[in-house]
C-alpha cells in the first residue's frame, strides 16, 4: 500500500510513485508502442482512450458464450448475475441510488432519447444548454426545441477559461424552462463546469426543472457523485474510460425514466432497454470499477467498493493535474508549453483544480492539421480542432479561434512522457521557425 506519498495538493496534484506508476502501464495495452511495435505517445485519450486489457478479456470472455440471458437454465442465470453486478457497478461509479441504468449502442444516442423524452412530454416555452456541447445534445436540443417550438436558449463561453460561467447558465433559466442540458467538462479545452452550483442554483430558479449531464469526457478523470448533484440524467461512454466500442451507460431518474420513450409494452415503464441485454458490456464495466477500485486499494483499507472507487478516481485526478502542471510548466530540465517561443497555450490559467488533462495549444505560422502531421513523424498522436468541422467549429468560434492542436494525455501517463512530448514540441516550433 502507497502509505508513504505525502498529503495530496489539491492544485498542483500528486503522482503516482514509480512502482505504482509501473504496474498501471502494464494494465493497459499499447501505452508507449503501436500494435506493430514502434514506439510513440498517444496523447488522443478525449478521443478515445488506452484500453485496459482486462476490460477487453471479461469482455472477450462473456461475449464468447452462445448462450441467452434470458433464459432459466444455468448458464443463461449466470449471465444474468453478471449484468446485475455491472448494473450495480454503474451506480456505484455515479452514486447513484434509484432510477434505471440503460446501456445502448453509444452514449450519443442515449443523448437524444433523454432529450426527445423530455422535450416532447414536459410543458414549457424555452429549453437551456451551452454553446460548448458536444454535437450529440446541441443537436438533440436544436432539434426538439425545433420539434416542440420551444425556444433554444444558449449560454455563452468563457474566452480566458475555456469553460461556461455558471451566472451564464442560471440567468437563462426561469419557470417555463423544460430542460438544462449540459455537460461536466469541455471536449476542447478541458474545462469543468461546476454542476454542483449549477444544479444548485437551476433549481433554487425553478425546482421541477429537468437536468441533462452529459458525462462522456469528464467520467474517466474524475469521481462522480450523483448524491451531491442530483440530476435527472447523466451518461458516459465506456470506451474512453478504459473499456471497449460498441456501448453508451446511461443512468436517469425515476421521474425520467417514466415519461414515455420508446420501449417493449410488456416491460415496466421505467425500463428503457430494448432488446435482449448484452452481459459482455456490463462485464466489461465491473471490470472497469475492479481496476480503479485497485488503485483506491492501494491508498486505503476501506472494504466498501463504492469508497474503494472514489479514492482510486481521486489519485487518478490528482496524478493527471500533476501532469498537466508538468505539460504547462516544463520537467527534468525540459521547458514546458507556457515558456517554448512559437507556441501558445489556449484557455490557460492557474486554477488546475477546474481543468481535466487537456491542453489546447497553438503554433505561430502553422496551423493545427499541420501540426498534427508534423507531431505524427516524430511518433506522436494528438489531434487537430479545426473550425470546419463539425465537432469543434460550434465552439471554437466561440473562443475566437480558427483551430488547435488539442493534447490529451491519461493517467497511465509519467512525467518522463510528458518530458518527451514536450521535447518534440519544441523542435517543431524551432522548425517552424526556421522554415519562415
Not at 1 to 19: C, P
Not at 237 to 246: D, I, M, Q, S, V
Not at 421 to 435: D, G, K, P, W
Amino acid at each position: 500500500m502507497e502509505r508513504g506519498t505525502k498529503e495530496m495538493s489539491s492544485h498542483r496534484g500528486q503522482l503516482f510513485s514509480d512502482s505504482l506508476m509501473e504496474a498501471i502501464k502494464g494494465r493497459f495495452h499499447y501505452v508507449d508502442h503501436d500494435i506493430d511495435g514502434k514506439a510513440r505517445l498517444f496523447f488522443d485519450n478525449a478521443g478515445g482512450s488506452f484500453r485496459l486489457k482486462s476490460a477487453l478479456e471479461a469482455f472477450a470472455q462473456v461475449d464468447a458464450l452462445p448462450d441467452c440471458p434470458e433464459r432459466i437454465h444455468e448458464r443463461a442465470l449466470v449471465l444474468q448475475d453478471i449484468q446485475a453486478r455491472g448494473e450495480d457497478d454503474v451506480r456505484r461509479m455515479l452514486n447513484a441510488r434509484n432510477g434505471s441504468v440503460y446501456l445502448s449502442l453509444t452514449a450519443s444516442a442515449a443523448m437524444f432519447e433523454m432529450v426527445r423524452a423530455v422535450m416532447e412530454n414536459v410543458p414549457g416555452t424555452n429549453a437551456v444548454t451551452t454553446i460548448l456541447e458536444h454535437p450529440s445534445s446541441f443537436d438533440a436540443m436544436t432539434m426538439y426545441c425545433e420539434r416542440t417550438g420551444k425556444t433554444l436558449r444558449v449560454a455563452p463561453s468563457n474566452v480566458e477559461t475555456g469553460g461556461i460561467d455558471v451566472d451564464a447558465i442560471v440567468a437563462l433559466i426561469d419557470d417555463d424552462t423544460a430542460l438544462l442540458s449540459v455537460m461536466y467538462a469541455s471536449n476542447i479545452s478541458g474545462a469543468k463546469l461546476d454542476i454542483a452550483e449549477i444544479v444548485e442554483r437551476a433549481r433554487a430558479r425553478k425546482p421541477d426543472i429537468f437536468i441533462i449531464v452529459d458525462a462522456v469526457q469528464h467520467a474517466p478523470h474524475a469521481a462522480i457523485d450523483l448524491q451531491k448533484t442530483p440530476v435527472d440524467g447523466i451518461n458516459f461512454a465506456p470506451y474512453k474510460f478504459f473499456g471497449c466500442r460498441g456501448s453508451g451507460v446511461t443512468w436517469l431518474s425515476e421521474r425520467l425514466a417514466a415519461l414515455p420513450h420508446h420501449r417493449l409494452a410488456a416491460k415496466e415503464k421505467g425500463v428503457w432497454e430494448l432488446g435482449s441485454p448484452a452481459p459482455a458490456q456490463f462485464a466489461m464495466v465491473s471490470a472497469i470499477v475492479d481496476y480503479v477500485t485497485w488503485i483506491g486499494a492501494q491508498f486505503s483499507d476501506a472494504d466498501d467498493r463504492r469508497e474503494l472507487f472514489v479514492h482510486g478516481m481521486q489519485r487518478i485526478e490528482m496524478h493527471e493535474r500533476a501532469l498537466l502542471a508538468l505539460l504547462l510548466d516544463g520537467v527534468d530540465g525540459q521547458r514546458g508549453l507556457r515558456a517554448i517561443e512559437g507556441v501558445h497555450v489556449f484557455w490557460d490559467h492557474d486554477d488546475l483544480t477546474r481543468r481535466d488533462l487537456i491542453a489546447g495549444i497553438g503554433f505561430d505560422h502553422l496551423d493545427p492539421t499541420a501540426a498534427v502531421r508534423a507531431y505524427e513523424e516524430r511518433g506522436v498522436i494528438v489531434y487537430e480542432r479545426i473550425a470546419t468541422s463539425l465537432y469543434s467549429g460550434r465552439m471554437l468560434k466561440s473562443f475566437n479561434l480558427d483551430g488547435a492542436v488539442r493534447i490529451s494525455p491519461l493517467h497511465c501517463h509519467t512525467p518522463g512522457d510528458m518530458a518527451k512530448f514536450l521535447a518534440v514540441t519544441e523542435e517543431i516550433a524551432i522548425a517552424n521557425r526556421r522554415s519562415q
